[in-house]
Nanobody, 115 residues
Framework: QVQLVESGGGLVQAGGSLRLSCAAS????????MGWYRQAPGKQRELVAA???????NYADSVKGRFTISRDGAKNTVYLQMNSLKPEDTAVYYC?????????WGQGTQVTVSS
């Protein structure tokens, strides 16, 4: 059984920063990819950023240069540092763990950016 627990969402003014954390527990294979997706009202869920167990990263074009993803392999934890936030970043952010071609999801954390 795999469980993902997110924290760090909230309300921030445009231009501000937030840091999301996601801790994975259970049977975690050492080779995996962890990442963050987001879903705004009326829109599809989209990839924000991902990082492999080897440290390779991938970002959505809309967040490049503003968001940074990192991970602590020993703690099975992934972080998303979000700077220069914009109102269009408002969404529910979901942590994702992909291993053995299966996807596991956190419960989601709300990020709201006011203008």
């Amino acid at each position: 059984q795999v469980q993902l627990v997110e924290s760090g969402g909230g309300l921030v003014q445009a231009g501000g920063s937030l840091r999301l954390s996601c801790a994975a527990s259970g049977s975690i294979f050492r080779i995996n990819t962890m990442g963050w997706y987001r879903q705004a009202p009326g829109k599809q869920r989209e990839l924000v950023a991902a990082i492999t167990s080897g440290g390779s990263t991938n970002y959505a074009d809309s967040v490049k240069g503003r968001f940074t993803i990192s991970r602590d392999g020993a703690k099975n934890t992934v972080y998303l540092q979000m700077n220069s936030l914009k109102p269009e970043d408002t969404a529910v952010y979901y942590c994702n763990l992909r291993m053995y071609d299966r996807n596991y999801w956190g419960q989601g954390t709300q990020v709201t950016v006011s203008s």
